[in-house]
């Protein structure tokens, strides 16, 4: 998965960038450690060698800072990582390369020697107390405790517990494990990267990787892209346990009419096949906005196209903004809801734990 450097907020790119420059000090530094002096080193070798450090190190700091908004291991790592390694590593640099210079390369061994044993405790100490801030020693779950602490407080306000979980055949978990371990009230099943021939295709990232995954793992060929979809998610509601299918045109996200139309009976047969699947599962099916307001799309998922077929069929339909910000919690909704109406769809449904009975629409 590719961060983007331009959606990044402010103090990530500073973090970016000094994680640039700790790897340009580390690569000084071992310059200075096997050199009796830099300029014995030519400079046409010097300068790229140093230019490639500096962009390995954004390299990674765009990766572990990544990751570290997903997962509590990554943010273990990336924690003591950016608050004590870097500067320790940095003055080191800075410290021995000025103990070369003035002739004392005895001095610049117990540098290196110092600096070596400082990031291995400032690692090892990081890692200790942010395992221990998440409450992985005593074996908590955080997430959970946190939800319920709110829940617990505010009485007036239903707070449930649910997860949007991805299926992988043959990687991810089943889904009772997170019912299991995390005590959800709901769980929301998406597909989002689709397998074939043990390769993934990355359908929600940049439509670049949407582009080279269509062609490197398909073979341009979208029939199958759209097969394999599709039989994955069916795959899913057969096999898996869980209230609401997410986004189930989402492999119409960057296709932009490029390689298949929404109205392509071959397309068409796949996505109602899914519709009517998850219907008799009792799985409630999810309309999302997040394509439209994130201008990433020029649709819902699924899209109006199918409204009249869920219509139909009485699928039951939740409206959802698919959001990852609290300003995004309802976005698109007012539309949603009118394009619902004029479908002749009056309901939509939530999960039976929050309620048994539909929700009626009113026009916005």
């Not at 190190?57 to 943010?75: D, V």
């Not at 410290?95 to 005895?106: H, M, T």
């Not at 290196?112 to 890692?127: D, R, Y």
């Not at 990687?171 to 371990?181: A, C, L, Q, R, Y």
């Amino acid at each position: 998965m590719l961060y983007s450097l331009r959606n990044a907020p402010f103090m990530s790119k500073l973090c970016y960038a000094f994680c640039g420059l700790n790897v340009f000090a580390i690569a000084l530094f071992f310059v200075v450690m096997c050199c009796e002096s830099p300029k014995h080193i030519p400079s046409e070798i010097l300068l790229p060698a140093l230019c490639l450090a500096a962009v390995a190190g954004i390299a990674l700091g765009l990766y572990l800072s990544y990751r570290a908004e997903f997962s509590s291991l990554y943010a273990i790592f990336i924690s003591p990582y950016y608050v004590g390694v870097l500067p320790i590593l940095m003055g080191g640099s800075i410290a021995a390369f000025a103990f070369l210079l003035a002739g004392r390369p005895d001095v610049r061994w117990f540098a290196f020697n110092t600096n070596a044993f400082c990031m291995l405790l400032t690692i090892a100490m990081g890692m200790l107390l942010e395992a221990r801030a998440l409450g992985l020693l005593e074996g908590r779950n955080r997430w959970r405790e946190e939800i319920d602490k709110y829940k617990n407080k505010c009485l007036s306000t239903k707070i449930w517990k649910g997860l949007e979980v991805d299926y992988i055949p043959g990687i991810s978990d089943d889904f009772d494990f997170w019912f299991k371990n995390f005590n959800l009230d709901y769980l929301i099943g998406s597909v989002h990267l689709v397998e074939n021939n043990e390769q993934l295709w990355f359908i929600d990232g940049p439509a670049e990787g949407y582009d080279d995954g269509l062609k490197n793992i398909f073979g341009n060929d979208m029939h199958l892209a759209v097969k394999s979809f599709y039989n994955q998610t069916c795959e899913m509601i057969e096999s898996q346990k869980f209230d609401i299918l997410g986004h189930c045109d989402k492999v119409l996200m960057h296709n932009r009419n490029r390689f298949i139309t929404f109205d392509d009976e071959f397309y068409l047969r796949f996505l109602k096949e899914t519709l009517m699947l998850a219907k008799e599962k009792n799985v409630i099916v999810e309309i999302n906005t997040r394509g439209i307001y994130r201008k990433l799309h020029n649709d819902y998922y699924p899209g109006k196209y199918i409204f009249k077929f869920l219509k139909e069929n009485a699928i039951r339909v939740i409206m959802s903004a698919d959001g990852h910000k609290n300003d995004q919690i309802n976005l698109g909704f007012e539309q949603l809801q009118n394009d619902l109406l004029l479908s002749g769809i009056h309901e939509t449904w939530l999960p039976e734990c929050m309620c048994k009975n539909p929700i009626p629409l009113i026009q916005a």
